[in-house]
Each structure stands twice: as C-alpha cells, then as structure tokens.
C-alpha cells in the first residue's frame, strides 16, 4: 500500500468526523441507552439526572475537542504544522481534556468507575500539553532557522 | 549590545547590486535583504565566506560589533 503522510492525516480526519458521529448519536439517543445504563450498571436510578448531566456536560468538552482537532487536522494537511494559532488548538484541547477530567472526577461520587475515565482524561491532558510545549518550542527553533542566511 | 550589518556599505564600495550579489552567492534576494536590514537572527560560514569571496573583503568588514542599541542579530 502507497502510504504517506497526507493519507495519515486524511485517516485521523476520517476518524474524527467517525467520532463525532457516535458523540452525536450517543447525544440524541441519550433517553434510550442511559436508562439501560443505570440498570446495567447497578446504580441508583435516582442518579439519572446526574449521569445525564455528566455524560451531556462531558459532550460539550468533546464537541470542542473534536471541532478544535478538526480544524487543527486541517491546518496540518495546508501545510501549517509550527504555528502559534495550532498551539493555540492544543491549548483548548488540553483545557477540554482536564474539563473532561474534573466533570467525570465529580461523577466518582455516584459511579466509582468513572474514575477511569476522568484519569484516562487527565492524562491525555497531559500528553497534549506537552506536545504543545514541543511544537512551541519548535515555532521558537523555525523563526530563527528562517532568519538564518 | 548588537551586531551591525554593514553590507549595503561594502556593496556600495564594490558597485554591486543585491540581485547580482544574492545570484553570485546563491541565496535568494529575500535572505540577502534580511541580511541587510539586520532582521537576520544567524549567518552562515559558507555565507559569510561567499560574501568575502565576492565583495573581496574581510569578514570584520561585513560584521560590526556594537555596545549600543537593543540587540537585533
């Protein structure tokens, strides 16, 4: 297969519009699967306001999150890779991933296993900060090798 | 503290112009325009040799050290 770096990027787009696909059907279809949620998983059905919450509150993370990741997906496909405005996009990624975090943390109060997903969440924050700090770096490295002569 | 480029004034001595400089050394009139207006962060060896090479000059000629001013190369 004749693999290149524009079809790796076209892939991870095609990821993502995938996922927010799931995001907006896990969205719509709410009413239905987090009733059998509750039941699945043993909790209180009292907690349905909050898992709803949690899950809706989290969605609003993950919009920003997919929309940040598509538009910086395509500014790398044009070319741009060492720019300010896409760490600017990684900034808000991480800040969605610890928002992310801190909702499914709150959500340990009445589903423990949560707790899964808030660290899966933070430590993703992590990783996205410190490619961040990397590709600043980089912009840092890139202007002065553009004004060398 | 800065370094001053006195590239304009060597050129000037040797009646030639950036296009043709840039040409014999082989960069473009882009780099050698940021060159001359001392935006350039970094210059080098093989520039600075082609540079010497072509305006018969010194490097000291081209580079000026200077204890005023905000640094700019």
């Not at chain 1, 509150?57 to 999150?65: K, L, N, P, R």
Request: glycine residues 6%.
């Amino acid at each position: 297969m004749d693999w290149n770096k524009d079809k790796s990027v076209r892939l991870t787009t095609v990821f993502t519009i995938l996922l927010a696909a799931v995001l907006l059907a896990a969205d719509v279809l709410g009413f239905i699967w987090m009733p059998w949620f509750i039941s699945a998983s043993a909790i209180d059905s009292s907690h349905l306001p909050a898992l709803a919450a949690t899950i809706y509150t989290g969605s609003i993370f993950a919009w920003i999150c997919l929309y940040t990741m598509f538009r910086l997906l395509r500014s790398i496909s044009g070319g741009e890779v060492f720019t300010e405005q896409n760490t600017r996009f990684l900034r808000v990624i991480s800040w969605c991933c610890a928002g992310a975090c801190i909702v499914f943390l709150v959500s340990v109060l009445y589903y423990p296993p949560f707790l899964i997903i808030s660290a899966a969440a933070g430590f993703m924050m992590m990783i996205v900060r410190v490619v961040k700090n990397i590709i600043q770096q980089a912009i840092g490295m890139k202007s002065e090798l553009d004004l060398t002569v | 503290m800065k370094i001053i480029v006195n590239l304009d004034v060597m050129m000037a001595r040797r009646k030639i112009s950036a296009g043709e400089l840039a040409e014999r050394i082989g960069i473009t009139p882009a780099n050698l325009s940021v060159l001359k207006t001392g935006k350039a962060k970094a210059i080098r060896f093989s520039t600075l040799m082609a540079l010497c090479h072509e305006l018969r000059c010194q490097p000291g000629d081209i580079l000026e050290y200077s204890e005023d001013g905000e640094e700019k190369a």
